[in-house]
């Protein structure tokens, strides 16, 4: 059976406090601020982009710079994700804003040390975004100025703290709340758009789930193209995402470190091979030596075993 995605203890950025959200017009620390640091090249890797979410509020990111290939020494993740902020909403102002609990802050506010370490190996860092049970969401934006004042706020996040991109998770907003409208056909496109044209040559990714995820085409303009890839959302198991993407740019399998058995991790990544996608995507990548658990797919993937460096 598949682990299903709640089992994202995804707490994640609940309530686990009442941190402010960022002030977006202040200028960013020179320790957090910019581009991200220029990366070292790293050693070439045929095969698919290998893709880590990190549940912040328990584990560093770090983590994911710490597997590399025994043959070459290439990385084995080529993308981490922080995993994550929030949409909440504003009951005052009726707004959705960007948010962050102290665990996502602590990382970007650090991201000398937590985040440039893995960018200087090569390894580009997506913030995902995701709901938090306020009402907001990404499918119920009532306007288009609303969904455009919601991506600059990412996109503006992006830059001060030096990430790779933005990845959308429509679980958890419990639409409606608050007195928030129910998912419509136009708010997707309008904030997919809008933050396409903010960083045109940032990530943005779509993991494959919720009203947002159905809702990607309004007005005679489909936002399809402006991902750069897009997941299945259900660990253990294979699911070709409901995107017109190239399969270069898709992962239908989808795996959870620790949990998913090594024999459906490895039998995942040989189909991803076989069947010619580009991307393969684990969760919950934490702090222990998983390097079993990660070889399992790197032969696969790779045809090489990874190498854990504490």
Do not use: C
Request: glycine residues 10%; hydrophobic residues 40%.
């Amino acid at each position: 059976m598949f682990t299903l995605v709640r089992s994202r203890v995804r707490t994640a950025a609940l309530a686990l406090s009442a941190v402010a959200a960022l002030g977006f017009g202040a200028a960013a620390t020179a320790a957090t601020t910019g581009a991200s640091a220029a990366p070292a090249p790293a050693p070439a890797k045929q095969g698919p982009t290998s893709v880590a979410y990190v549940e912040v509020n328990n584990n560093s990111m770090l983590n994911v710079g710490k597997y590399t290939l025994a043959n070459g020494g290439g990385n084995v993740f080529d993308v981490a994700v922080i995993f994550a902020a929030n949409i909440n909403y504003d009951t005052g102002t009726k707004a959705a804003y960007l948010h962050f609990n102290e665990n996502v802050q602590r990382v970007l506010d650090n991201a000398v040390t937590e985040i440039r370490p893995l960018q200087q190996k090569g390894i580009k860092v997506v913030l995902s975004v995701l709901g938090n049970h306020q009402g907001a969401g990404f499918a119920n934006f009532p306007s288009q100025q609303a969904a455009s004042a919601f991506a600059k706020q990412m996109s503006d996040t992006v830059t001060k703290y030096g990430l790779d991109g933005i990845d959308f998770d429509d679980e958890y907003a419990e639409y409606g709340n608050n007195g928030t409208g129910q998912p419509n056909a136009s708010s997707f496109v309008h904030l997919v758009t809008a933050l396409r044209a903010n960083m045109p040559d940032k990530i943005i990714s779509l993991y494959n789930i919720g009203p947002a995820a159905s809702r990607l085409s309004y007005g005679g303009v489909d936002v399809s193209s402006k991902f750069d890839y897009a997941w299945n959302p259900y660990y253990g198991s294979w699911q070709v995402p409901g995107i017109a993407l190239p399969k270069s740019k898709l992962s239908p399998a989808a795996v959870e470190i620790g949990r998913t058995s090594q024999s459906t991790v490895a039998d995942l990544a040989r189909r991803t091979v076989s069947e010619g996608y580009g991307v393969y995507l684990t969760y919950n990548l934490d702090g222990a030596d998983r390097r079993a658990d990660v070889s399992a797919f790197s032969r696969e993937l790779y045809g090489s075993d990874a190498v854990y460096t504490p």
